[in-house]
């Protein structure tokens, strides 16, 4: 694994968050209903094309891969906007990306952790990530888990490799982060993005402890213990 413990750039942090995000929620083509029974497609979007998504909806992984990417801006900046930018600039690009995680998966940092994250103490965020394990009955607890394990070490058993620097879907080593079309629409995604798209290759969606997140909503489909 690549040791984030160092300082990184922007198409670093880009990289390490897609990697996380995308290990976690996997990736499937077909539309399938996610735990709560709710239509889901991609990495985890239930939306597409500005509606909800429906039962027998497909995409393209290009189309998957932009939603992911637009998506990951958008509750970035959710993210950001909850912490402040002032101290959101002074946290650990690893607590950067769990934040990101966090509001993928819930819509936004559930306000449990939010006394920590205003420490900005990396130790003290990963071990607020506790506060979240019942919930959804539990079937989160091992996301929660492995990304309090990236916080402390850099490292997670679900990192998708294609997203990381060499993989064929590595956002850009200099420069802004690449960012895709709108989640799962069917216009122009960015030329690199799609000459990546076209070297993507297949990974085990198979692996259970994946929830997927409700897109464009101030909330996601999570049940609290």
């Known amino acids: 694994w ?10 670093d942090l880009q990289q390490m968050t897609e ?19 709710i239509a889901t497609i991609g990495y985890g979007q239930t939306s597409m ?24 801006s958008s509750h970035r900046n959710r993210a950001i906007k909850q912490v402040g930018a002032e101290k959101w600039a002074k946290l650990d690009p690893k607590v950067k990306a769990v934040l990101t995680s966090l509001a993928y998966n819930y819509g936004s940092i559930p306000d449990r952790i939010m006394p920590a994250v205003q420490t900005g103490d ?9 506060l979240l394990h019942g919930d959804n009955s539990g079937v989160l607890k091992g996301r929660r888990e492995r990304e309090a394990q990236f916080i402390r070490t850099g490292t997670s058993s679900r990192l998708d490799k294609d997203f990381l620097a060499g993989g064929s879907l590595a956002a850009p080593s ?8 709108g989640a799962g629409g069917g216009g122009g995604t960015a030329t690199a993005l799609s000459n990546a798209a076209q070297s993507l290759k297949g990974m085990d969606t198979s692996k259970g402890d994946r929830k997927s997140t409700r897109l464009n909503s101030s909330h996601a489909n999570i049940s609290y213990a």
């Open 2 to 11: 690549r040791d984030w413990s160092s300082d990184v750039c922007s198409s």
């Open 19 to 37: 990697a996380l995000i995308a290990g976690e929620e996997g990736v499937r083509l077909n539309a399938y209903k996610d735990t709560n029974g």
């Open 49 to 72: 094309n500005g509606r909800a998504v429906n039962m027998g909806d497909t995409m393209t992984k290009e189309q998957a891969v932009g939603g992911l990417r637009s998506n990951i």
């Open 122 to 130: 990396s130790e003290k965020i990963a071990q607020s990530l506790s």
């Open 174 to 181: 200099s420069g802004g982060p690449m960012i895709g079309a």
